[in-house]
T-cell receptor, first 117, second 115 residues
Framework: AQKVTQAQTEISVVEKEDVTLDCVYE???????LFWYKQPPSGELVFLIR??????QNEISGRYSWNFQKSTSSFNFTITASQVVDSAVYFC??????????????FGQGTTLQVKP | DSGVTQTPKHLITATGQRVTLRCSPR?????VYWYQQSLDQGLQFLIQ???????AKGNILERFSAQQFPDLHSELNLSSLELGDSALYFC??????????????FGPGTRLTVL
């Protein structure tokens, strides 16, 4: 069964703190893709990153970094030196290459991040 | 701006009514996805069309239907509306139909309120 779990419903930090958002996924496919999306208060969904199941290299983009570990089925997202503008709901999503063969995204429940000044 | 447009932005209607949500994909994208975001169910995949044909169905109610037209725009029809249908409905598009690697570009969403 395919499933994405974001156990942290809400996280509150003070500006400049580092914060990690957890994502655990379940899939029977050996080929799959993982995504992170950001939903700011304005409501739109903003694509942040895509990772395929064969690439376990961690990625860094500015203050954002992602840690993909197949052994624990996790794809965690870290924001370094958080800023108020990072306040948003963050979604982790899974797309299975074989069993669904459509590219549909399976989303986690989302983590609401509040960064206080 | 993702290039995906959705109209209307907001929609308020009454129970039992029918509404149509419209989506125009990015130029050149043949695949359209519909998602529903509600407080209790989260973000859920509803249905996908590729070049006018239905490609996949998710948790879409029988009261809901969709289609994709020759100009590639898509409409999501919601009928016999219930209070629980109040949600944010997103349309997303991509340029492929089956590759899971594709990035889906999301529209701004249509917020439906059923009173």
């Amino acid at each position: 069964a395919q499933k994405v779990t974001q156990a942290q419903t809400e996280i509150s930090v003070v500006e400049k703190e580092d914060v990690t958002l957890d994502c655990v996924y379940e899939t029977r496919d050996t080929t799959y893709y993982l995504f992170w999306y950001k939903q700011p208060p304005s409501g739109e969904l903003v694509f942040l990153i895509r990772r395929n199941s064969f690439d376990e290299q961690n990625e860094i983009s500015g203050r954002y970094s992602w840690n993909f570990q197949k052994s624990t089925s996790s794809f965690n997202f870290t924001i370094t030196a958080s800023q108020v503008v990072d306040s948003a709901v963050y979604f982790c999503a899974l797309s299975e290459a074989r069993s669904s063969n459509t590219g549909k995204l399976i989303f986690g429940q989302g983590t609401t991040l509040q960064v206080k000044p | 701006d993702s290039g995906v447009t959705q109209t209307p932005k907001h929609l308020i209607t009454a129970t039992g009514q029918r509404v149509t949500l419209r989506c125009s994909p990015r130029s050149g994208d043949l695949s359209v996805y519909w998602y529903q975001q509600s407080l209790d169910q989260g973000l859920q995949f509803l249905i996908q069309y590729y070049n006018g044909e239905e490609r996949a169905k998710g948790n879409i109610l029988e009261r809901f239907s969709a289609q994709q037209f020759p100009d590639l725009h898509s409409e999501l029809n919601l009928s016999s509306l219930e209070l629980g249908d109040s949600a944010l409905y997103f349309c997303a598009s991509s340029d492929v139909w089956a590759s899971s690697y594709n990035e889906q570009f999301f529209g701004p969403g249509t917020r439906l309120t059923v009173l």
